[in-house]
């Protein structure tokens, strides 16, 4: 597991060298995400996607969660109540309509997510808006201090917004 650390830089000048610095630190640059106000040109920066921008994983896990319990109890109460073949229960279909529920629920709830705003990022909206850049680095826990320190020692224009507790490898 990954920490993911919240850096504001005041502009994009400032974007560039923290990028070269986590470069040189041996941080890999798909673990480097920047985002700026809509119509910012931030040229070789490593742009935020949709997974860092929306909220389409958690809208994902809700979805795949919610459709699986669903699926499973229609599943359960058909096969108890209307057996396919014979008078018993009929387990089977309960499993295949929790696995049908689940991708279901995670494919319609991450239409849904895709659309909404991350409500992690929330509280950086303003200071996006003022033309304030934000920096999102994923390191491993080992790591969380050695990159605050270097980041806090080579770049004191910009400023520590804190640490997500623990980030999935793949976002």
């Known amino acids: ?11 994009l000048d400032s974007a560039r060298k923290t990028m ?3 470069l040189l630190a041996q941080v890999s640059v798909n673990h480097i995400h920047f985002l700026a106000r ?7 920066l490593h742009e935020a996607n949709i997974l860092q921008t929306t909220d389409v994983i958690r809208s994902a896990q809700y979805g ?9 109890v229609v599943g359960a109460l058909a096969a108890v109540f209307f057996p396919v073949v014979g ?17 279901f629920g995670a494919w319609a709830s991450s239409m849904i997510g895709i659309s909404t705003p991350s409500v992690r990022l929330k509280r950086f909206e303003g200071a996006i808006e003022q ?3 934000l920096l999102m680095v994923d390191v491993p826990r080992s790591r969380v201090v050695e990159i605050e320190e270097l980041l806090k020692v080579s770049h004191p224009e910009a400023r520590l ?7 999935p490898a793949f976002p």
């Not at 809509?38 to 070789?44: F, N, R």
């Not at 969660?65 to 699926?71: D, F, H, K, N, R």
């Not at 917004?161 to 980030?167: A, F, K, N, R």
């Open 161 to 167: 917004e804190g640490v997500e507790p623990d980030m």
């Open 20 to 22: 070269n610095d986590l």
């Open 1 to 11: 597991m990954s920490k993911r650390i919240y850096w504001l830089l005041p502009d």
């Open 87 to 103: 008078e018993d229960p009929q387990w089977g279909i309960a499993a295949l309509l929790a696995i049908f529920g689940g991708g």
């Open 38 to 44: 809509d119509g910012t040109d931030l040229g070789k």
């Open 131 to 133: 033309g304030q850049i």
């Open 64 to 72: 795949l969660t919610i459709g699986a319990a669903t699926g499973a």
